[in-house]
């Protein structure tokens, strides 16, 4: 959750800006990478001692699945 927490922050912070819409894309494009960088690693790192099959074990799975679309679709937030 801290990782979301930080995401919906800049959507936040840009929606209290009222930033424009190419504006909230170099927002996003400048601030998602690090935190998205920083989650991938805490996946890789944890992912391995947690239970596949518990609930949280497929979330964890599930956002390595679709890693890539993730990262794609989160730049791409209107």
Avoid at 42 to 65: F, I, R, T
């Amino acid at each position: 959750m801290h990782f979301y927490k930080k995401l919906y922050r800049v959507e936040r912070t840009a929606k209290e800006i009222q930033l424009a819409a190419k504006q909230r894309h170099d927002l996003r494009e400048e601030k998602y990478r690090p935190i998205m960088t920083a989650f991938k690693c805490w996946l890789d790192e944890h992912y391995p001692q947690v239970l596949p099959k518990s609930p949280l074990g497929k979330a964890m799975n599930h956002c390595l699945k679709y890693w890539n679309g993730l990262c794609a679709s989160s730049t791409m937030v209107a």
